[in-house]
């Protein structure tokens, strides 16, 4: 399959309803520590915005809801991936996303035959702690050597001036969260990087 270049990753409907509408391609929706009725109400309202708009939504974690809500991707870091029900998943024709930080996760990525790869954080990122490094454009290379046709997505610490380097890199697609959500105008910056993403790719 192929990603779109921009890949924008929001915590709320409130931000795929705000961002989207500027020609955003490929949105997640990552919500964190929700009771269940909070996350069914933005996922249905993202799933509106999404199809009006040629969006493609992903959800992040919670693939039963998002089995439950006809929801056709999901994206899932490696302790979700740990107790998911993948056959259950391919069952309801769901797509699969797998978050990547270094070889044993990789590995454990490829196995899954997910439909893309995350790898990160390529930069310093302040979007959360992690305990890994930043990974670096070299990583990417080897990452995408490793998996092939199947698509990879950087994440951690992109702005910007920065995609030129990660696609000659080997990313497909990159992902951005604090870059736009943080800034002053994020539909300005969304539109931003937009422009920047479809100029390279």
């Given at each position: 399959?192929?990603?779109?270049?921009?890949?924008?990753?929001?915590?709320?409907?409130?931000?795929?309803?705000?961002?989207?509408?500027?020609?955003?391609?490929?949105?997640?929706?990552?919500?964190?520590?929700?009771?269940?009725?909070?996350?069914?109400?933005?996922?249905?309202?993202?799933?509106?915005?999404?199809?009006?708009?040629?969006?493609?939504?992903?959800?992040?974690?919670?693939?039963?809801?998002?089995?439950?809500?006809?929801?056709?991707?999901?994206?899932?870091?490696?302790?979700?991936?740990?107790?998911?029900?993948?056959?259950?998943?391919?069952?309801?024709?769901?797509?699969?996303?797998?978050?990547?930080?270094?070889?044993?996760?990789?590995?454990?990525?490829?196995?899954?035959?997910?439909?893309?790869?995350?790898?990160?954080?390529?930069?310093?990122?302040?979007?959360?702690?992690?305990?890994?490094?930043?990974?670096?454009?070299?990583?990417?290379?080897?990452?995408?050597?490793?998996?092939?046709?199947?698509?990879?997505?950087?994440?951690?610490?992109?702005?910007?001036?920065?995609?030129?380097?990660?696609?000659?890199?080997?990313?497909?697609?990159?992902?951005?969260?604090?870059?736009?959500?943080l800034n002053a105008d994020p539909g300005a910056r969304t539109r931003e990087w937009l422009a920047v993403t479809r100029h390279l790719r």
């Open positions: 399959m192929k990603l779109d270049p921009f890949y924008l990753i929001v915590d709320s409907a409130d931000w795929i309803e705000r961002l989207v509408p500027h020609g955003v391609r490929l949105v997640q929706l990552r919500m964190k520590e929700v009771d269940e009725a909070t996350l069914r109400e933005h996922i249905q309202r993202a799933k509106t915005v999404c199809a009006v708009h040629d969006c493609q939504l992903i959800v992040n974690d919670y693939w039963q809801i998002a089995i439950d809500e006809g929801c056709d991707f999901v994206h899932l870091g490696q302790e979700d991936l740990a107790v998911a029900d993948l056959p259950a998943l391919r069952r309801a024709g769901l797509k699969l996303g797998l978050s990547s930080h270094d070889d044993t996760e990789l590995a454990a990525a490829v196995a899954a035959k997910p439909d893309y790869i995350a790898l990160g954080p390529v930069y310093p990122t302040i979007l959360k702690q992690m305990p890994w490094a930043p990974q670096g454009l070299d990583r990417l290379t080897l990452w995408k050597r490793a998996i092939g046709d199947l698509p990879l997505v950087a994440i951690g610490g992109l702005r910007p001036e920065r995609l030129a380097g990660v696609f000659a890199a080997g990313a497909d697609s990159a992902a951005v969260v604090t870059d736009i959500t």
